[in-house]
């Protein structure tokens, strides 16, 4: 079975550009999670969907970020317009329902993003 | 509201033993570990609940401590393979999905 899939895996891109990142999960997985992740920062959680549907997005760090799963199998990240601070590994993770809480994530390979 | 990880970072030779800890400044109702080697992506390692119910890869084992609010991840018998960052994330009764993530203990195994 793939893993979760995610494109471009790097990104380089001039400051005021807008950027896209595109994941696809695990077929059959309910749960979509998008992750940040920065040396100073850590791992953080910007947005998860369930059954393609946003659940949480506290994390979303302002409007400048959005993201959408229009169908099970693909969901996007979007950044517009992207700034230095943006530069970061995106992680796209995708998890089965679970038995009650007991859940375990697959994470993509990522995208690292440069933002000059 | 961050979890704190110790150590931050951790050297063993191969065949030694190590824990790392996870803090929680908050009540405790999950605790998940994973393991990123470098350049890669986490992988899960175990999830451990309040009371009691837990899964995880057998190599692997890990406390719950919840007066402490705390959980503890046991490395025995290292092995080369053993290297990387361990995070802790944790979750909370309301909302078990959204995870919160220590900075990450660092672990290198040497031959």
């Known amino acids: 079975d793939a893993g979760v899939i995610q494109s471009p895996r790097h990104e380089v891109t001039e400051m005021g550009q807008e950027v896209t990142l595109r994941c696809k999960p695990i077929s059959g997985h309910d749960y979509l999670f998008w992750y940040r992740q920065t040396m100073m920062r850590g791992l953080e959680l910007l947005i998860y969907f369930n059954n393609n549907v946003p659940i949480d997005d506290s994390g979303m760090p302002e409007d400048r970020f959005s993201a959408k799963m229009p169908n099970a199998s693909f969901s996007t990240l979007k950044i517009q317009p992207s700034e230095p601070r943006d530069s970061a590994v995106y992680f796209c993770a995708s998890s089965r329902a679970g038995t009650g809480a007991i859940y375990e994530q697959y994470f993509g390979p990522g995208t690292r993003l440069t933002v000059t | 509201q961050q979890p704190v990880q110790s150590p931050q970072a951790v050297i063993l030779r191969e065949g030694e033993d190590a824990v790392i800890n996870c803090s929680s400044s908050?009540?405790?109702?999950?605790v998940h570990w994973y393991r990123q080697k470098h350049g890669e992506a986490p992988v899960f390692l175990m999830i451990l609940l309040k009371g009691g119910e837990q899964k995880g890869h057998d190599k692997i084992s890990a406390s719950f401590n919840e007066k402490k609010q705390q959980s503890s991840l046991y490395l025995t018998a290292s092995q080369l393979s053993y290297s990387g960052t361990y995070f802790c994330?944790?979750?909370?009764?309301?909302?078990?999905?959204?995870?919160?993530w220590g900075l990450g203990t660092s672990l290198a195994v040497n031959p």
């Open positions: 994330g944790t979750g909370d009764a309301g909302n078990n999905r959204k995870l919160i």
């Open positions: 908050k009540a405790l109702y999950s």
